[in-house]
T-cell receptor, first 115, second 107 residues
Framework: EAGVVQSPRYKIIEKKQPVAFWCNPI?????LYWYRQNLGQGPELLIR????????DSQLPKDRFSAERLKGVDSTLKIQPAELGDSAVYLC?????????????FGPGTRLLVL | DAKTTQPPSMDCAEGRAANLPCNHS???????VYWYRQIHSQGPQYIIH???NNETNEMASLIITEDRKSSTLILPHATLRDTAVYYC????????FGAGTQVVVTP
């Protein structure tokens, strides 16, 4: 069974440029999560989707960040414009039904460097 | 927040048991303790979770004290591939990762 797929694995951009990350969750998983992980810290939740609905986006900086999961399968996270402080690893995770006690399965992440 | 406290780092000899402590003194009665680990350049990986009873699976054992204010993750026979950051999390609505414990297994 394929795991959570993310692309690209690495991205280097200049500040003020836009960037997008893509995630394909495990087949059949209804719940999808985007996390951001700064260097030396644990991941922080940005947004959670139940199918195509964003049910928790309280930690998503909405002035420059946006996300979508149009058909309830794969998802895109966008930053526009990127700032130096956005350099981090962006992780995608999925779980079958989004129950609180369910295991989350993480992808390898996209490492973003903003110059 | 049901925060956890973990030592920042630990060393362990290959083949020996690794005992990773975690304090969670503000945990509520119905909150689970979860452990994930993150190997370098990979996403976090689920290890084990528990509520009150001790738990064991193919990866590790979880020992939770009777008052539930602390727990210990045990890797029974550490290998070099167990080198990772280990996160202890009290689940309250969502996973909230702290800084974790950097475990280095040495030959």
């Amino acid at each position: 069974e394929a795991g959570v797929v993310q692309s690209p694995r690495y991205k280097i951009i200049e500040k003020k440029q836009p960037v997008a990350f893509w995630c394909n969750p495990i087949s059949g998983h209804n719940t999808l999560y985007w996390y951001r992980q700064n260097l030396g810290q644990g991941p922080e939740l940005l947004i959670r989707y139940e199918n195509e609905e964003a049910v928790d986006d309280s930690q998503l900086p909405k002035d420059r960040f946006s996300a979508e999961r149009l058909k309830g399968v794969d998802s895109t996270l966008k930053i526009q414009p990127a700032e130096l402080g956005d350099s981090a690893v962006y992780l995608c995770a999925s779980s079958p039904r989004g129950l609180e006690e369910e295991t989350q399965y993480f992808g390898p992440g996209t490492r973003l460097l903003v110059l | 927040d049901a925060k956890t406290t973990q030592p920042p780092s630990m060393d362990c000899a290959e083949g020996r048991a690794a005992n990773l402590p975690c304090n969670h003194s503000t945990i509520s009665g119905n909150e689970y303790v979860y452990w994930y680990r993150q190997i370098h350049s990979q996403g976090p990986q689920y290890i084990i979770h528990g509520l009150k009873n001790n738990e064991t699976n193919e990866m590790a054992s979880l020992i939770i004290t009777e008052d539930r204010k602390s727990s210990t993750l045990i890797l029974p026979h550490a290998t070099l591939r167990d080198t990772a950051v280990y996160y202890c999390i009290v689940l309250r609505g969502k996973l909230q990762f702290g800084a974790g414990t950097q475990v280095v297994v040495t030959p």
